[in-house]
Nanobody, 127 residues
Framework: QVQLVESGGGLVQAGGSLRLSCAAS????????MGWFRQAPGKEREFVAA????????YYADSVKGRFTISRDNAKRTVYLQMNSLKPEDTAVYYC????????????????????WGQGTQVTVSS
């Protein structure tokens, strides 16, 4: 069992930056691929970024590529999402999630493949 708690959201002006953190409980965290998703009002939850258990491979949605960076520190049981050059369309609740298939070498963008979810943190970007 893994419990995830996001933090770091807030209100920022367009062009600004935020760094989200997702702290995990459970010894198995380091073996799980991790993902970030977001959901804007009235829209479906969408994939943002994912990282393999080792941190060696990452994958991004086209909408955030070049602006967002996902990383992890397994010793701290934490995954991060550095968000730069924020746009108003990045406004959403951001969720981290764990894919509980240990040590798999591939990443998935499908939310149904992720088994554990945090409660979300609000990011609001003003124009």
């Amino acid at each position: 069992q893994v419990q995830l708690v996001e933090s770091g959201g807030g209100l920022v002006q367009a062009g600004g930056s935020l760094r989200l953190s997702c702290a995990a409980s459970g010894r198995t965290f380091s073996s799980y691929p991790m993902g970030w998703f977001r959901q804007a009002p009235g829209k479906e939850r969408e994939f943002v970024a994912a990282i393999t258990w080792s941190g060696h491979n990452t994958y991004y949605a086209d909408s955030v590529k070049g602006r967002f960076t996902i990383s992890r520190d397994n010793a701290k049981r934490t995954v991060y999402l550095q968000m730069n050059s924020l746009k108003p369309e990045d406004t959403a609740v951001y969720y981290c999630a764990a894919d509980s298939r240990p040590y798999i070498p591939v990443l998935t963008t499908a939310s149904r493949e992720y088994d554990y979810w945090g409660q979300g943190t609000q990011v609001t970007v003003s124009s």
